[in-house]
């Protein structure tokens, strides 16, 4: 690797030790002789950030490296797989599951950035909303959208199908369709299973059931799965996608989902997904 290849490093810039490590990665990647950018998308009103060029677009870009925590990583690697670049994650956040460097790490970079650094192929999920009125919303999600009553509504009836067959109907706080990606997220805490994040597959788990029969189900790759919901007294229901919430979901709408075209290329600088389950979610916290 030498002069002129571009890397990409996404930051928030509404968090200061985001905004510093970002600056130290960027000078880490100019004492190599990598051009480090920043988004615009980051960069918002601000003059952008000290020691990189701002961009629009990163398809031409060698790889993004993205500084904060899982959401940082949802965010902008819905950009990365569109673009079709590869993604590092560097933890500023709590748990930072998919991120595989901590700040203390950040002189690596270049050498796993120049090397042949390995990835995991994340699968997004499209997730089309029909409206009854005749409008139409589409998102593409890498961990989850999530289907659920107000606090106080009362409890909806879920109906959920793969392809016209009906898989399940019942009344519940809502329901989570979750990829592999997000299957150690919400889905997780709702008693879903841990999937292998190289397989292609949407998972469906009921959240708070109204019944002791309730499973955890995986449709395949192939599936298109369907939800309806029959409300109940008004109910009130809102679907978020991948934690950005508020849209609402009525009787008589209809939600599709299916496997997305563009999945995201995670770097592996280590021990893998398996080993980040077991070093984050399978110890005792302390």
Not at 13 to 24: G, L
Not at 34 to 53: H, V
Not at 205 to 231: D, K, M, Y
């Amino acid at each position: 690797m030498g002069n002129g290849e571009k890397v990409i490093v996404s930051y928030n810039r509404m968090d200061e030790n985001s905004v510093r490590i970002a600056e130290e990665i960027c000078e880490e990647l100019r004492a190599s002789g990598i051009t480090p950018f920043s988004l615009k998308y980051d960069d918002g009103g601000i003059s952008g950030l000290r020691g990189a060029q701002s961009l629009e677009n990163g398809s031409d870009c060698l790889c993004m490296i993205t500084v904060g925590g899982d959401g940082s990583i949802i965010s902008h690697g819905k950009l990365a797989a569109v673009w079709g670049i590869p993604l590092l994650g560097v933890n500023t956040g709590r748990l930072g599951f998919m991120a595989n460097l901590e700040p203390s790490e950040i002189s690596r970079i270049p050498e796993i950035i120049s090397s042949e650094f390995r990835v995991s192929r994340r699968m997004l999920m499209e997730a089309e909303v029909r409206y009854r009125s005749g409008e139409t919303l589409r998102q593409n999600t890498l961990n989850d959208v999530v289907v659920s009553r107000d606090s106080k509504s009362k409890l909806p009836e879920f109906c959920v199908y793969c392809g016209d067959v009906e898989v399940s109907r019942l009344r519940a706080d809502g329901a989570i369709f979750s990829t592999p990606t997000g299957s150690t997220a919400y889905s997780l805490s709702a008693g879903g299973p841990i999937i292998d994040p190289s397989m292609r597959c949407i998972e469906y788990t009921a959240l708070c059931p109204h019944s002791l029969f309730s499973r955890p189900t995986i449709f395949s790759a192939e599936s298109e799965v369907t939800l309806r919901v029959n409300s109940y007294q008004d109910s009130r229901v809102t679907i978020s996608f991948d934690g950005d919430s508020g849209y609402q979901f009525d009787e008589g709408d209809l939600l599709i989902m299916r496997i997305a075209k563009p999945e995201l290329m995670l770097i592996e600088t280590g021990e893998g997904f398996f080993g980040s389950v077991n070093r984050k979610l399978m110890q005792p916290l302390k």
